[in-house]
């Protein structure tokens, strides 16, 4: 490969950037719900301590839609089915860090190998198989998008619903449980929720990598903000922009979507993360 490659990678579509754009803004809509959504989800789970719990999910969702993909069954149906099943037991089994990391760690490997399993069967298009697990900017065609956006705006107005009693939860789940609020019932819904919302990640950014979505935006914000509002609003900024940003620029080149995705959001983390240690040092200082 040489620099002429890489500019054409990087590049090459720039002289049909509007009719390609026209193709895929199916994935800029998608991507926009997710980066809100993903944003605003990302911040109970950065207050969880629940990062890893994310990329378990993944892990079996990845697994359920490269079983539809075997099956000839729509990919989205299965990457719900396996991002409910994963989220469900961990949320009933892991009540505890340990228990919940030790099965994580037990599912990861698990639902990664039914998932290469099934891709290996798979004759189709190897773009397709790539797709699932880095993600693919032509990935999200028109009947898949309304359910896509459909989901996000589900999980976004019943993650408003249980936004007090999952906020007071995840900050101090002793006094919460001691003041009534049904922290099994609220934990649970939650990973329901983080369950579908991983399962939309999946279609847009890849299993390898939604983290980028739904932790890294969320760590951010922390970095420069503290207050209940001004957190998950950051998150939700910061998440919109690094998926439809990263949509936009992928549109201009040949790469997967992914790459740009992950490389937006880890900058707006390191520009938080210095601004962030500025302001310590100067408050220290006075």
Same mark, same amino acid.
């Given at each position: 490969?040489?620099?002429?490659?890489?500019?054409?990678?990087?590049?090459?579509?720039?002289?049909? %950037?509007?009719?390609?754009?026209?193709?895929?803004?199916?994935?800029?809509?998608?991507?926009?719900?997710?980066?809100?959504?993903?944003?605003?989800?990302?911040?109970?789970?950065?207050?969880?301590?629940?990062?890893?719990?994310?990329?378990?999910?993944?892990?079996?969702?990845?697994?359920?839609?490269?079983?539809?993909?075997?099956?000839?069954?729509?990919?989205?149906?299965?990457?719900?089915?396996?991002?409910?099943?994963?989220?469900?037991?961990?949320?009933?089994?892991?009540?505890?860090? +340990?228990?919940?990391?030790?099965?994580?760690?037990?599912?990861?490997?698990?639902?990664?190998?039914?998932?290469?399993?099934?891709?290996?069967? %798979?004759?189709?298009?190897?773009?397709?198989?790539?797709?699932?697990?880095?993600?693919?900017?032509?990935?999200?065609?028109?009947?898949?998008?309304?359910?896509?956006?459909?989901?996000?705006?589900?999980?976004?107005?019943?993650?408003?619903?249980?936004?007090?009693?999952?906020?007071?939860?995840?900050?101090?789940?002793?006094?919460?449980?001691?003041?009534?609020?049904?922290?099994?019932?609220?934990?649970?819904?939650?990973?329901?929720?983080?369950?579908?919302?991983?399962?939309?990640?999946?279609?847009?950014?890849?299993?390898?990598?939604?983290?980028?979505?739904?932790?890294?935006?969320?760590?951010?914000?922390?970095?420069?903000?503290?207050?209940?509002?001004?957190?998950?609003?950051?998150?939700?900024?910061?998440?919109?922009?690094?998926?439809?940003?990263?949509?936009?620029? *992928?549109? *201009?080149?040949?790469?997967?979507?992914?790459? %740009?995705?992950?490389?937006?959001?880890?900058?707006? %983390?390191?520009?938080?993360?210095?601004?962030? *240690?500025?302001?310590?040092?100067?408050? +220290?200082?006075?």
């Amino acid at each position: 490969m040489n620099w002429s490659d890489v500019g054409d990678a990087l590049f090459g579509g720039v002289s049909q %950037y509007g009719a390609i754009l026209e193709l895929v803004q199916n994935s800029v809509y998608a991507g926009a719900v997710l980066g809100l959504v993903g944003g605003l989800i990302g911040v109970f789970v950065m207050q969880r301590d629940m990062a890893f719990a994310v990329h378990g999910i993944s892990e079996l969702s990845f697994a359920g839609a490269a079983v539809a993909l075997l099956i000839g069954v729509d990919v989205v149906s299965g990457s719900i089915v396996g991002s409910l099943i994963a989220a469900a037991i961990i949320g009933l089994l892991g009540a505890r860090a +340990r228990d919940r990391n030790s099965i994580i760690g037990v599912l990861m490997p698990f639902g990664l190998g039914v998932g290469i399993l099934c891709l290996s069967l %798979y004759n189709g298009r190897s773009a397709t198989r790539f797709s699932l697990l880095t993600g693919q900017i032509v990935s999200v065609q028109s009947a898949q998008l309304g359910w896509l956006v459909v989901i996000g705006l589900a999980v976004l107005v019943a993650l408003l619903m249980i936004w007090r009693p999952l906020r007071f939860d995840s900050l101090d789940p002793q006094s919460a449980a001691a003041r009534g609020v049904p922290t099994t019932a609220v934990s649970l819904g939650f990973m329901l929720l983080l369950g579908l919302i991983v399962a939309v990640a999946v279609h847009i950014i890849g299993a390898l990598l939604v983290m980028a979505l739904l932790v890294t935006p969320a760590a951010a914000a922390m970095r420069v903000a503290s207050g209940p509002l001004s957190v998950p609003l950051l998150a939700a900024v910061f998440g919109f922009v690094s998926a439809v940003g990263g949509v936009l620029l *992928a549109v *201009a080149g040949t790469l997967p979507v992914s790459p %740009y995705i992950t490389t937006i959001s880890f900058a707006i %983390y390191l520009v938080c993360r210095v601004v962030g *240690a500025r302001r310590d040092r100067t408050t +220290r200082a006075l």
